[in-house]
Every structure is written in structure tokens, then in C-alpha cells.
């Protein structure tokens, strides 16, 4: 079976997502300001989510989610860069050309 090109940028996204691997992971200042212990918490919740639907993962990539933690509302997101990270990757489902980004943030600060 062939892999499809969003099978595969969903693979590649849920590894950096999960486990750190293939990418960079921000938090923002919002997010890097709260309690250590909070902090944590976040970046567990965020490499356990799984409540991707067809309104929050339109395209199926695993590349945006959001949640409710300790009264607050957070939000993740994955961006897609050429190696230099100047600009967007000419191709997301090749690792040898994109670099990822992940960021972690509060949701207001969207």
C-alpha cells in the first residue's frame, strides 16, 4: 500500500508532536510564563490529544488543536518552513526539505 502525501504529513506531525522528534517546539511567552508544574501538564495534554474532527483537521495533517486546562484555553500548531525557515516548505511531506514547528500557546494569544 502506498502512503498518501497527508498520510504522511500527518505521520511526520504527530511524531514531532508526541515525542519531540523531527522539529522545534515553542512555547510562547504566555505559556512559558505559567507554573513549571502547569507547564508540563500542557505539553502532556498536547502529545496526547486526539480529538481531531473535520472542523478542527479539515485537511487530516494533525497540524492545529485546542483545549480547556486549569480555566484556560490553549492551542497548538504546527507549521511547515523550508530548511532555512525563511519561507513555507516547498514540500511538508518531505522531512529533507522542511523543517517543523510547533507552538504552544494561550488562546488568546492567536
Not at 1 to 13: C, D, F, G, Q, Y
Not at 25 to 50: M, Q, W
Not at 72 to 84: E, M, Q, V
Request: glycine share 8%; net charge negative.
Amino acid at each position: 500500500m502506498t502512503e498518501t502525501v497527508t498520510e504522511r504529513i500527518r505521520a511526520l506531525n504527530d511524531a514531532l508532536r508526541r515525542s519531540g522528534r523531527g522539529g522545534d517546539i515553542y512555547l510562547t511567552r504566555g505559556v512559558a510564563e505559567l507554573p513549571p508544574e502547569l507547564r508540563a501538564t500542557i505539553i502532556a495534554h498536547v502529545r496526547e490529544f486526539a480529538d481531531f474532527t473535520p472542523e478542527n483537521d479539515p485537511h487530516g495533517e494533525h497540524d492545529f488543536g485546542a483545549f480547556q486546562l486549569a480555566g484556560l484555553r490553549f492551542c497548538w500548531k504546527i507549521d511547515y518552513y523550508d530548511r532555512a525557515r525563511q519561507y513555507g516548505s516547498p514540500n511538508p511531506s518531505d522531512p529533507r526539505v522542511t523543517t517543523r514547528l510547533l507552538t504552544i500557546l494561550l488562546a488568546d494569544e492567536y
